[in-house]
């Protein structure tokens, strides 16, 4: 029986749809902010990039209070 190696079938299906992806940004409040798309009909925003906001130097902190919370 062949066993399937799914970490590898993972990665390929990511992969292959990495180039559907679209990137843009936008400025809020002096701060760049990511948003991605496959489809355009759902957007991504990047919580890191809005975290910035807050702290510029640790916005993995503000993003753990938001998960704490």
Do not use: C
Not at 29 to 54: C, M, P, R
């Amino acid at each position: 029986m062949m066993e399937l190696d799914y970490q590898m079938l993972f990665d390929k299906r990511r992969y292959a749809n990495i180039s559907k992806v679209k990137k843009d940004t936008i400025e809020v409040k002096g701060v760049a902010i990511q948003i991605y798309t496959e489809d355009f009909k759902n957007d991504y925003v990047s919580l890191t990039d809005i975290a910035k906001y807050k702290n510029r130097e640790e916005p993995n902190v503000v993003v753990a209070n938001w998960m704490r919370n």
